[in-house]
C-alpha cells in the first residue's frame, strides 16, 4: 500500500535523518558551508593584501574547487562517503578556526 508519508520523505531529497552512524546529508553540507566560508574570506584577504603570496592563494582555490566538487556530490553520496566528508571538513574546519 502506497504511504503518503513516505512519498513525501523521499521527496524531500537526501535523507534529512541521522544514520546509524549520526552523519546526515545535512551535517556533512554545513560543514562544507563553513570551510568554503573560511577558504572565501581567506582568498579575499590575499587577494588584497599589497603583495599576494601567489602560491597560497593557489592553494585556497585549488582547496575551495575539491571542496565545492565534494559538496556538489553529497546528494550522492552513501553513509560511508558522508562519513568520510564530515570527518575530513570537520578536522579542516579546526585547522581553519584554530585552537
Do not use: C, W
Request: charged share 30%; net charge negative; hydrophobic share 40%.
Amino acid at each position: 500500500m502506497h504511504d503518503p508519508a513516505k512519498a513525501a520523505d523521499a521527496a524531500d531529497g537526501p535523507a534529512a535523518s541521522d544514520g546509524p552512524s549520526g552523519i546526515s546529508f545535512e551535517s556533512a553540507h554545513d560543514v562544507l558551508q563553513q570551510v568554503l566560508a573560511l577558504y572565501n574570506e581567506q582568498i579575499h584577504a590575499e587577494r588584497r593584501r599589497p603583495a599576494p603570496d601567489t602560491q597560497r592563494l593557489g592553494q585556497l582555490l585549488a582547496e575551495r574547487k575539491a571542496a565545492r566538487a565534494e559538496q556538489l556530490g553529497l546528494a550522492d553520496a552513501d553513509e560511508r562517503e558522508l562519513a568520510r566528508i564530515q570527518t575530513f571538513y570537520d578536522a579542516r574546519l579546526s585547522e581553519l578556526t584554530g585552537p
